[in-house]
Structures are given as structure tokens and as C-alpha cells.
Nanobody, 114 residues
């Protein structure tokens, strides 16, 4: 079981930036896939970005060019840099670690509003 703790959410104005962090309770060096998801009110949870242990990344079309996922194996932490934020990015953001189990954090709220 991997415990994940997200942080870095908050209230920002459109066009601004936030960086989310996801700290894992174990070494993430051997965790093949780490991902960020989000869930807006009344909507299904959706994949935002993923990163493999080899550093390959993928993004939802809605965030390409604005969001960047990265991982620091030494710190057991995955990041999501979010730039040029839009109101439609408002959601609870969840970190996920795919091992033999599907591990989730508790989420961090991101609100983009003027």
C-alpha cells in the first residue's frame, strides 16, 4: 500500500500558475506509472497527466502546453506544474500510483476564479 499526500492547491485568478505536489510514503523509483487526475463538481474523474519511471509523459488534450508533470525519485514526489490556468481547470486534483494496487491520495482543491 502506497500512501499519497497532495498539496499545493488553492484559489488563483485565471492566467496564473500553481504547482501541485504528491508525496509518497515509499520510494517511487520502481513505481512504473504515476498520474494526476481531477474531478470537477458533477463530472467524472478524468486523467490529467501521467509519467512513467522512464520519464515518458502524456497529457489530456485540454491541458497540453499548459501543464507539466515531473517526478523527483530522490524526494519520492511527483509534481504538476499548471500554467495559464482557466476557470474550467477548477477541480479536486488527485495523485495516483499504479502498483499491484491502485493507490490514491485524498485530493487537493484547485479553484480558478476572478
Amino acid at each position: 500500500q502506497v500512501q499519497l499526500v497532495e498539496s499545493g492547491g488553492g484559489l488563483v485568478q485565471p492566467g496564473n500558475s500553481l504547482r501541485l505536489s504528491c508525496a509518497a510514503s515509499v520510494s517511487i523509483f520502481s513505481i512504473y506509472l504515476m498520474r494526476w487526475y481531477r474531478q470537477a463538481p458533477g463530472k467524472q474523474r478524468e486523467l490529467v497527466a501521467g509519467i512513467t519511471s522512464g520519464g515518458s509523459t502524456n497529457y489530456a488534450d485540454s491541458v497540453k502546453g499548459r501543464f507539466t508533470i515531473s517526478r523527483d525519485n530522490a524526494k519520492n514526489t511527483v509534481y504538476l506544474q499548471m500554467n495559464s490556468l482557466k476557470p474550467e481547470d477548477t477541480a479536486v486534483y488527485y495523485c495516483n500510483a499504479l502498483t499491484s494496487n491502485d493507490n490514491w491520495g485524498q485530493g487537493t482543491q484547485v479553484t480558478v476564479s476572478s
